[in-house]
């Protein structure tokens, strides 16, 4: 059979490879100028996305808490106050954590898998449905959140929530951020950094630190884009929800579970 | 005649008063505007001064409802707009939270006795900037 290519030129080759470094160089301020021209939110949100992640447990690693401090000084939480509360273990009990790092064991075969657990963002969120006040509300966008303005502490979404999501602020709180603002008498959860939705954005906190610590676990995307990484990579990697006996339809899935 | 003058004075000292009161009302608001921030550039606030003494209330609390439920952001009424441009900075820089009780709500709402919580949960210093920066943008700002 005939070699197609049989000599390959050297010259070409160089010639082949500035023109595309020229080009890259030519493009590549204009897609960096596209990401800075993100703006606050002029229009309500709309149907048109559901937000949500992928979390392939296989690349979560133990003793990594990378997401969960990036929560913490996104959204002011390792700000919190200990308030009146007695002892050191009541405190870690009851301090507000909106991702906590699970590990499961199974204890037949002794596999273990290493997960960040946070509010799934359900389609149907029990939190919602038994909130007396609609405090506790689904944005159109799929976000589940906390509308601190009306929630009167009662809890009941606390109880209502398979996944232990959502926490009390028991104490009075100072120095919050701009940003994060919360106090002394609400709950709150995990909002898939609502203020960087808001600011057209392209990931949350947690996700920049899992990629800055090297292990790209957490996938941020549009669950309705067919087209966006967070789907293909659903569609190839074998995911499910955390509870689907529930049939709640989370917008936070996991692989390797 | 004298009699009619003891009787006018009470009366002229309090018309007095009233002339002068507004001015000093201004002054004061005016000390309240940090320099070089937006407000400073500005003749009056998002509103005329008069209709935000009156109505700030009705218009964050409207503001809020469609920046939490609908995500909106790019309105003039946002509390931390107030906070920017009426908080008081010491002569170290440090500014000063707006609700103490010499400050540009805390003053006036002590004067009132109108309960002021809107930052038992709210920063009442600009603490952290109104948006968080991913380290992508951040990089796309270094190279424009």
Redesign the interface.
Known sequence: MKDENPVIDPERRAFVGLAVGIGAALVA?GV??H??A????????SGAVRWGLLIDTTKCVDGCSACVEACGR?N?LDLQGRGETGSSDKWERQKAAWVRKVKLQDNQTGRIVNLPMMCQHCEHPPCVDVCPTGAS?K???GIV?V???LCIGCRYCMMACPYKARSFIHG??S?????A????G?VESCDL???????G???T?CV?AC??AGHEAIVFGDLQDPASPIRQMLKELPNRQIREDLALNTGVRYAGV | MAEALRRARPVALALLWMLAVPGLQAAETKGHVVEGSRAAGLAECVKPAAQMRRQHMEFIKHQRIVTVHEGVRDTPYSLAGCVECHVRYDERQIPTPINHPDQFCGACHAFAAVDLNCFDCHAAVPNGGQESVSPSRREGEAHP
């Open positions: 301020p960096i100028l990401q800075v993100a703006a606050p939110r002029a229009e309500p949100v996104e002011g509300f944005r159109a966008d959140m509308d601190r303005h009075e709180q120095g919050q951020l701009t940003r603002p919360r106090g002394k609400c950094c609502v203020q960087r939705r808001d600011q954005e392209d990931s906190a920049d990629v800055t």
